[in-house]
């Protein structure tokens, strides 16, 4: 099944909590304000699964439903991020680089003014899957999987998703693209592996959304609060759009 059932639905995206300031990083105050507003403004924190049987089902989700992901398992997700979602009783999901688990992120492509950082040990990765923290595959080793040869490719791919698996004994049924990027062959095995993948396209998932190529709202973008209280009006969708469109514009002007 290749098109989501669920309409406007967004899928937010964090990294690190943390005060370097870099492109992939939340300060813990504006986490907890953004978490907050969340709460009280009533909106349905539901994890990327139960997104996903809603969609598979054809149940549309209760409006104002919202779903949470972060990139890389960053220990401060364990420090920070998860305190206050259990404060709050939300889900979330985590995409893991699973050789760097209980090591540091020390993979090409990281942000210049972001700093050494720790990744969750496969001990707090246990802990909070039994706290009901989800866990997706994000490579073994974070590479830009269109830059790697096939085989590459199916390595990274699938044995993320065992390490995964052995380690908690769940199915893992999610992937998300390191850096947002893929080719043909990358997405050819992740539609063999999962049920489910996320891009770093900018949007809300709707009808027309491909289940291996879902929107995403990267928090980068959302830090005035003003932007952030917005997520449910036709003001925030055409932001979403103004933005992607510059997205665009720089990458047709980088290729030429």
């Given amino acids: 099944m290749q098109n989501a059932k669920a ?19 939340t300060t813990p105050k504006v986490f907890q304000r953004q978490m907050e507003f969340l709460s009280k403004t009533g909106y349905n924190v ?14 549309p989700l209760p409006p104002k439903s919202i779903v949470l992901t972060f990139d890389d398992g960053f220990q401060n997700f364990y420090t ?33 003014e972001f700093p050494p950082s ?20 994000h490579t073994r080793t974070h590479p830009d999987l269109t830059r790697i040869s096939g085989v590459q490719i199916e390595s990274e791919i699938t044995e993320s998703k065992s390490a995964i698996e052995d380690a908690l004994g769940n199915e893992v049924t999610t992937f ?7 080719n043909s062959s990358a997405k050819q095995v992740v539609e063999k592996m999962f049920k489910a993948a996320c891009s770093t396209n900018l949007g809300k998932v709707n009808r027309s959304s491909d289940f291996f ?3 995403r709202v990267d928090t980068y973008y959302l830090s005035n609060p003003k932007i952030f209280s917005s997520l449910s009006s036709k003001t925030f969708d055409r932001y979403l759009w103004f933005r992607q469109s ?8 980088s290729r030429n």
């Fill in 80 to 112: 920070t991020a998860f305190p206050v979602l259990e404060k709050y009783d939300f889900k979330a999901t985590v995409f893991l680089v699973t050789d760097y688990c209980g090591k540091h992120n020390n993979w090409a492509g990281n942000p210049s």
């Fill in 213 to 215: 190529l879902l929107e």
């Fill in 46 to 59: 539901v994890s990327l699964n139960n997104f996903l049987k809603h969609s598979f089902k054809g149940n």
């Fill in 118 to 137: 720790k990744i969750l040990s496969w001990r707090e990765i246990k802990e909070l899957s039994d706290s009901g923290i989800e866990f997706g595959a």
């Fill in 176 to 182: 998300a693209y390191p850096f947002g990027r893929f």
């Fill in 7 to 25: 309409t406007k639905i967004p899928i937010l995206t964090y990294h690190s909590i943390d005060e370097s300031g870099s492109v992939i990083s």
């Fill in 246 to 253: 510059l997205r665009d514009f720089k990458s047709l002007i």
